[in-house]
């Protein structure tokens, strides 16, 4: 089977995979995936504007908008006006909402033992090394 083939027919099944590793880390923490998500976007920044959320997850202004209702209700993210215009929304983590990323990457990491501990040392820098590889490519796609 050629590369290509072998990567189209193992991409289903790695999805899956994670799927229910996210599944196990995710467990007991009252959050859906959306959610998960979207606070992890905000995450990646110190503060952003509803309209770069709602483009950088793909939804429409008011699905953001909703996720970001449902995620201050929590107490996970802020929300206030711009400092600098006054008719723009800043949103960011709020002191709880970077707790709780820190504890989901701490749930994370000991997820991520536990599968790598299944691998020589060898086999376990391999597969690192290729998902970063991946990872470089696939963030050099233009977004839709």
Do not use: W
Not at 73 to 88: I, P
Request: hydrophobic content about 40%; some cysteine; aromatic content about 4%.
């Amino acid at each position: 089977m050629q590369r290509i083939e072998r990567l189209a027919a193992i991409y289903p099944q790695l999805i899956r995979a994670m799927g229910r590793l996210r599944s196990l880390v995710h467990e007991g923490m009252d959050l859906s995936y959306n959610q998960y998500k979207t606070l992890l976007t905000i995450a990646d920044r110190e503060e952003c504007s509803l309209g770069d959320l709602a483009g950088e997850l793909g939804v429409a202004m008011s699905s953001a908008s909703q996720m970001v209702n449902r995620l201050v209700e929590r107490g996970l993210v802020s929300r206030e006006l711009a400092a600098d215009n006054r008719r723009q929304v800043v949103i960011g983590l709020s002191p709880a909402g970077r707790h709780f990323i820190e504890e989901l990457q701490k749930e994370l990491i000991r997820g991520y033992e536990g599968v790598l501990a299944r691998l020589d040392e060898a086999d376990q820098e391999s597969l690192v090394q290729s998902l970063e590889t991946m990872t470089r490519i696939l963030n050099r796609l233009p977004h839709p």
